[in-house]
Structures are given as C-alpha cells and as structure tokens.
Nanobody, 119 residues
C-alpha cells in the first residue's frame, strides 16, 4: 500500500491550493483519513481528518473556515482544498490513512508535499 500526495507548491498569501492524496496497492478498505503538516523545527500536527463515509470531519482551529477536506472512495482519493492561505500555513503536508489490506490493518503515511506561502 502506498499513499502519494500531490498539489503542493508556492503561492502568495490569500491564494489557494488543492492537495490530493492517492492510495494504491492491495487495498481492501480505507477507514479514516487525514492531513497533517510539519514546519521546520516543529512537531507534526493534525490539519484535518475525515471518516470513511465522509460524514464527519475534524479541523485544527488554525485552519477552520479556510480548509476543506474531502474524499472519493471510488478512486481511493482524498483532497484538501486550502483557501485564504497564510504564511504560517507553510509546511510539508502529509497524507495519513487507516488501511485494511487483506488481514492487515494499519496506518500509512505518504512522503509529503511542500506548501510554501509567501507574504
């Protein structure tokens, strides 16, 4: 099982980006998924999570009202729409998912995609 993020880049403050996370491999099912981020010199922090059916989402206070998490289970994809970006959103963004592959159920991480917001 692999998770691959895409969509990061350099954007000016106030701009938008849409991150994607693609899950691939011998996947039986994907439970909850989430986005995390880590800026240099800081610990990795939760940005947003979404349940399997997409009916429940959770956001860090710092991104509420600006970021929207979603998923497409038919494609094993997850997205993060980021609007009104701020310089403090600059970080490496990681995808995380609880995946069942056959008899094995465990969490996986992607390699990350860099988001840089200039002031």
């Amino acid at each position: 099982v692999q998770l691959e993020e895409s969509g990061g880049g350099l954007v000016q403050a106030g701009g938008s980006l849409r991150l994607s996370c693609a899950a691939s491999g011998s996947i039986s099912s994907i439970n909850d998924m989430g986005w995390y981020r880590q800026a240099p010199g800081t610990q990795r922090e939760l940005v947003a999570t979404i349940t399997r059916g997409g009916g429940s989402t959770n956001y860090a206070d710092s991104v509420k009202g600006r970021f929207t998490i979603s998923r497409d289970n038919s494609k094993n994809m997850m997205y993060l729409q980021m609007d009104s970006l701020k310089p403090e959103d600059t970080a490496l963004y990681y995808c995380n998912a609880l995946v069942r592959a056959g008899a094995v159920r465990r969490r996986y991480w992607g390699q990350g995609t860099q988001v840089t917001v200039s002031s």
